[in-house]
């Protein structure tokens, strides 16, 4: 077949069977847009020779795209809450309640279980049935637990409560990141994915100045309500909430999926020309491919098994190591600092994250952001290991407030590159799975960890930060083994 941008017709369409009958005429189903400008770099993700991926370049990146980013960026948002957001009125409670570190642990421990469940289901259920139903039960589910959260009358009904807001939470970033990558030019979508992190630090800080302004007596009930508000708010814009083109595309839904890029042309006011799509290429038997989708697909071949495996546990190792987030108010408590320079502390952190967030969109562009991710958990490693001496050492404040916040700026890159290069790891037919699987790896870290961090922080305060620690450098072992590309 003929050349087209200096690489074979037959690579770019993922035409991979070396039959020239199979692939006769492959070169006459590249789309306009592929032919005429667009880089093979740019289309990054293994199903990036998709002519939807095409015309999303050809739409280019403007209005429409940033409205689904504002969408998606409440799973960020709800996970930040749920991942660290209700630490902040643990104290309270602990006067109110009475309650402990240790049922802290397990109010964390027992939110973790049931994200994996909502993970599963609702990230399975993407990829049958669409982007778009998935978010939205997930998001009607975060919406409804939180604001009943509010209403809890003692622990138990907490933990419950917050445990019907994670099962929607688990399953709501998953599939926000699957809708929002499958709306991103590729030439844009690593960045963008990267950025989505600051939905997460706008979650962190306004539960800390949130915290601040009511969190006395028993105003941490209108504290609740202030956190869920965001996704019922969104929940009832429910109408503009779109499906992925790609989805639709994938799954044979051909004129749909036509009329989804026409509608980001129109909004992006782009000026491209009308889309045609072909009928979806399919998959060829000698190169072991599937038309398998969601979990069956992960696990059709060896490649993708290992590939999914190998992510799982980077995200496993990641999770462990961020455990030290949950416990920043009680170590502040038990070294004597006041609960307001505790959270005014936090909010500096998470603005040096957003920091963190903009170089890693910067340094990951041109495929550097494994090397960065790599990079990322080095430095958190080292970081961990000061922080356990300075704490160990009873060191002055302000070699604590150093030695923590040189651990957030790795910790947040990390993060951001870990959903980026998922992300872009798996093709459209499992990538919401595939996310689900991760998710769920990095929730049963987040079940078991700190069960063990709040009962050995009472006694062996020292151990449980190394164990922290250890964790990191682990994860670097895996970062470095994974073949990303």
Not at 99 to 128: E, H, P, Y
Request: glycine share 8%.
């Amino acid at each position: 077949p003929p050349a087209v941008l200096g690489a074979p017709a037959r690579e770019l369409n993922g035409c991979v069977d070396p039959d020239e009958e199979l692939n006769a005429g492959c070169e006459d189903r590249v789309p306009e847009p592929m032919r005429l400008g667009m880089e093979p770099e740019l289309q990054g993700g293994p199903d990036a020779a998709s002519p939807v991926d095409a015309a999303l370049e050809a739409a280019g990146f403007g209005r429409f795209q940033f409205a689904v980013m504002a969408m998606c960026g409440m799973a960020w948002f709800v996970d930040s809450v749920e991942a660290g957001g209700l630490a902040y009125i643990y104290v309270t409670l602990d006067a109110e309640w009475g309650t402990t570190t240790a049922d802290w642990g397990l109010l964390q421990s027992t939110k973790s279980m049931c994200s994996v469940v909502g993970a599963l289901v609702f990230g399975t259920g993407a990829d049958r049935c669409g982007r778009r139903p998935a978010f939205l039960a997930a998001l009607m589910l975060t919406a409804f637990g939180g604001l009943a959260s509010a209403a809890a009358r003692g622990f138990w009904s907490m933990l419950v409560l917050r445990s019907v807001t994670n099962m929607g939470a688990g399953g709501l970033l998953p599939v926000a990141i699957s809708l929002l990558a499958e709306h991103l030019p590729p030439s844009r979508r690593d960045s963008c994915m990267v950025v989505m992190q600051i939905f997460f630090v706008l979650g962190h800080v306004l539960a800390v100045l949130l915290a601040m302004a009511l969190g006395s007596e028993t105003r941490w009930r209108v504290f609740l309500v202030a956190l869920a508000l965001p996704t019922i708010l969104l929940a009832c814009c429910f109408q503009a909430v779109p499906e992925s083109p790609t989805y639709l595309y994938q799954t044979g839904q051909v004129a749909n999926a036509e009329e989804a890029l026409r509608r980001i042309q129109r909004v992006n006011r782009s000026g491209a020309q009308d889309v045609s799509l072909p009928p979806p290429l399919a998959p060829s038997a000698k190169a072991g491919a599937t038309d398998a989708t969601g979990l069956a697909r992960l696990f059709s071949t060896w490649a993708l098994a290992q590939r999914t495996a190998s992510f799982g546990l980077l995200w496993f190792l990641a999770m462990a190591a961020s455990d030290y987030t949950n416990w920043i108010t009680e170590l502040g408590h038990t070294l004597g600092v006041p609960r307001h320079q505790v959270e005014g502390f936090m909010i500096a952190c998470k603005l040096v994250g957003v920091c963190a967030f903009l170089s890693a969109a910067v340094l990951a562009r041109g495929g550097r952001g494994p090397v960065i991710l790599r990079g990322a958990f080095v430095a958190a490693a080292l970081a961990s290991a000061a922080v356990a001496v300075v704490v160990t050492a009873r060191a002055s404040r302000i070699w604590l407030a150093l030695s923590v916040g040189a651990l957030y700026f790795p910790f947040d890159v990390v993060w951001s590159l870990l959903y980026a290069t998922t992300a872009s790891g798996f093709d459209s037919l499992c990538r919401a799975s595939a996310l689900s699987v991760a998710s769920t790896c990095s929730r049963i870290a987040l079940t078991v960890v700190p069960m063990l961090s709040g009962r050995s922080l009472v006694h062996h305060e020292f151990g449980t930060l190394c164990m922290w620690t250890s964790a990191w450098v682990a994860g670097t072992v895996v970062a470095c083994s994974i073949r990303f590309s």
